[in-house]
């Protein structure tokens, strides 16, 4: 257990709707990423926060938005669905900004569009 | 052409093999190289971490780093069906806020 926990861990729903998912990270760790992962495009970084404030953006689409509360947890936020989104959602923590590289990932959203 | 190359695989090897993965890359400034693994309907999880070049082992797993040719490896020994696993490569610069780059990873099963 990474200490990651990602809401709803699937998720099924039409083209042009919208859809929230919810990430809580380790205790005590002050960033979020987000990281999307389909079969050809492989993991894929979308957006990253630090204590609350956006620190370094992706390959993150205008549709999709993400904020992270004071309560450190965040959000990612995706409308207008394709069915191209479909995909893995995956959010990860770490201590610091920069940091190691040792990413804490949640087990991730399983987001079908139809 | 990616930052970060790796074999997709699949790659199948029987039980007790030593398995090498393997990835190349084309920025120089490189210097954190990592090894994830991922188990089906999971995240990733750090597997091994290296600075720079060189050598570092931790039980059955090695990894290694070539900055000359800009190629990274894990190397599995005595690999057991619970090693069953997509392995993904990721690096990042030195400095602050290091965006990882990531392989596409090495989907890797080993049977019994």
């Known amino acids: 257990d990474s200490g990651v926990t990602q809401t709803p861990k699937h998720l099924i729903t039409a083209t042009g709707q919208r859809v929230t998912l919810r990430c809580s990270p380790r205790?005590?760790?002050?960033?979020v990423y987000w990281y999307q992962q389909s079969l050809d495009q492989g993991l894929q970084f979308l957006i990253q926060?630090?204590?609350?404030?956006?620190?370094a953006k992706g390959n993150i689409l205008e549709r999709f938005s993400a904020q992270q509360f004071p309560d450190l947890h965040s959000e990612l936020n995706l409308s207008s669905l394709e069915l191209g989104d479909s995909a893995l959602y995956f959010c990860?923590?770490?201590?610091?900004?920069?940091?190691?590289?040792?990413?804490?990932f949640g087990e991730g959203s399983r987001l079908t569009v139809l | 052409q990616k930052e970060v190359e790796q074999d997709p695989g699949p790659l199948s090897v029987p039980e007790g093999a030593i398995v090498s993965l393997n990835c190349t890359y084309s920025?120089?400034?490189?210097?954190?190289f990592m090894w994830y693994r991922q188990y089906s309907r999971k995240g990733p999880e750090l597997l091994m971490y290296?600075?720079s070049s060189g050598n570092k082992e931790d039980g059955r797993f090695t990894a290694q780093v070539d900055k000359s040719s800009k190629y990274i490896s894990l190397f599995i020994r005595d690999s057991q069906p619970s090693d069953s696993a997509t392995y993904l490569c990721?690096?990042?610069?030195?400095?602050?806020?290091?965006?990882?780059?990531w392989g596409l990873g090495t989907s890797l099963a080993v049977n019994p």
């Open positions: 205790s005590g760790d002050l960033s």
């Open positions: 290296t600075y």
């Open positions: 990860a923590s770490s201590l610091t900004s920069g940091g190691t590289g040792e990413l804490f």
């Open positions: 990721a690096m990042s610069r030195a400095g602050n806020n290091r965006k990882l780059i």
């Open positions: 926060y630090y204590n609350g404030e956006e620190r």
């Open positions: 920025n120089s400034a490189f210097q954190y």
